[in-house]
């Protein structure tokens, strides 16, 4: 395969993010790893279930993602659990930042790709939390449109 046609890989989506949260935007960022970090995410070794991003003196922060030990790093390794810089322009940082002082907005990270140049990216976005009955709703929905789709096959 060549560069030109090369596309986005996705290595690993937070699914509950779906689920827990109603998301606002999503934006694109940059994430600064080490050379064992790239390898493991490369290798498909990452978690996103509980983590999230916040502001440290006007920097992005992601917490508490899990990238495993990459097998072969020996001393080199890096500690799987550690805060990570994302990085964004800085009018959409300052955006950002405004929002999630407002009540209820946070920020999680939603997928993990590769982009086409084949360089880690995360996809985070701008959340508010659902209540209850907006994740029921959500249950309902889902059921109804698996039954469609059943039907759908059933009747063809």
């Not at 606002?24 to 279930?49: D, F, H, P």
């Not at 959340?127 to 959500?138: A, E, M, Q």
């Amino acid at each position: 395969m060549s560069d030109k046609t090369r596309e986005i890989q996705v290595v690993s989506t937070n699914k509950k993010a779906y689920f827990q949260y109603e998301i606002v935007t999503k934006y694109k960022a940059g994430i600064v790893l080490t050379g064992t970090e790239v390898k493991s995410v490369r290798a498909g070794r990452v978690s996103m279930s509980d983590s999230y991003c916040l502001f440290l003196s006007g920097e992005l922060w992601l917490r508490s993602m899990h990238i495993a030990e990459y097998q072969e790093g020996g001393l080199n390794n890096h500690v799987p659990k550690h805060d990570r810089k994302l990085l964004l322009n800085k009018r959409e940082l300052r955006k950002l930042e405004a929002k999630t002082k407002e009540r209820g907005f946070t920020i999680i990270p939603v997928e993990v790709f590769l982009n086409e140049k084949n360089m880690v990216k995360v996809e985070i976005a701008l959340v508010r939390g659902k209540k209850l009955f907006s994740k029921k709703n959500t249950i309902k929905e889902r059921d109804l449109k698996r039954d469609m789709d059943r039907s759908m096959r059933n009747y063809r």
